[in-house]
């Protein structure tokens, strides 16, 4: 079972398109991460929000938390294909354990 | 620094066989995780090290176990191997592990299980 569902699964954008992918749960996180995976190499953490409502930008990519942390969102701004890769969000349960969702896969084409 | 070390990368194995898979973490981390990664599935989370006491444990059969020694590393095991068990899997290191929720993962770059 997915607790956490990521949308949409593939996005394939022109170079300078902006994007949004989606994290949503019915469970209540402690905290959620965005990671983003290339071909032959592992996830790469690159935000953690803690705090419900928070926003935190990253140059180009822009994160969001659910006020009621049960959701988050990640856009990027005038996509490049250095963009392209799996991202995957990660929710805290309140045991510590991690829970992925199974990942939007980016493509940026030139 | 150098980075979690997984061997080997690829492996190819028959139904019924079994596999060891090993995973050396960051130097100084004491957490190691995890994770069977399948299209379509995600990451789904196998089990937790820390300081060689297996501390979480995901839903899979008891056909999957793993161990930490004293120096951290880790290692995994998954017997009588299935057609299903075919995967990448990943594993992550962590200074403090998981129970402090805004650690973050480091991850390997994955050891890829093919059963035929």
């Known amino acids: 079972t997915q607790l956490l569902e990521q949308s949409p699964q593939f996005l394939s954008i022109q170079e300078g398109e902006n994007l949004t992918v989606y994290c949503n749960s019915s469970?209540?996180?402690?905290?959620l991460q965005w990671y983003r995976q290339e071909p032959g190499e592992g996830p790469v953490l690159l935000v953690t929000v803690v705090t419900g409502g928070e926003v935190k930008k990253l140059k180009r990519l822009t994160f969001q938390f659910g006020d009621a942390r049960k959701d988050s969102s990640l856009h990027i701004t005038a996509a490049q294909p250095g963009d392209t890769g799996l991202y995957l969000c990660a929710g805290t349960d309140s045991w510590g354990k991690f829970q992925f969702g199974a990942g939007t896969q980016v493509v940026v084409t030139p | 620094k150098a980075g979690v070390t997984q061997t080997p990368r690829y492996l190819i194995k028959t139904r019924g066989q079994q596999v060891t898979l090993s995973c050396s973490p960051i130097?100084?981390?004491?957490?190691v995780s995890w994770y069977q990664q399948t299209p379509g599935q995600g990451l789904q989370f196998l089990f937790e090290y820390f300081s060689e006491t297996q501390r979480n444990k995901g839903n899979f059969p008891g056909r999957f176990s793993g161990r930490q020694f004293s120096n951290s590393r880790s290692e995994m095991n998954v017997s009588t191997l299935e057609l299903g068990d075919s995967a990448l899997y990943l594993c992550?290191?962590?200074?403090?592990?998981?129970?402090?929720?805004?650690?973050?993962?480091?991850f390997g770059e994955g050891s890829r299980l093919t059963v035929l």
């Open positions: 469970s209540v996180f402690s905290s």
């Open positions: 130097s100084g981390h004491r957490s």
């Open positions: 992550a290191s962590s200074l403090y592990g998981t129970g402090m929720n805004t650690g973050e993962l480091f």
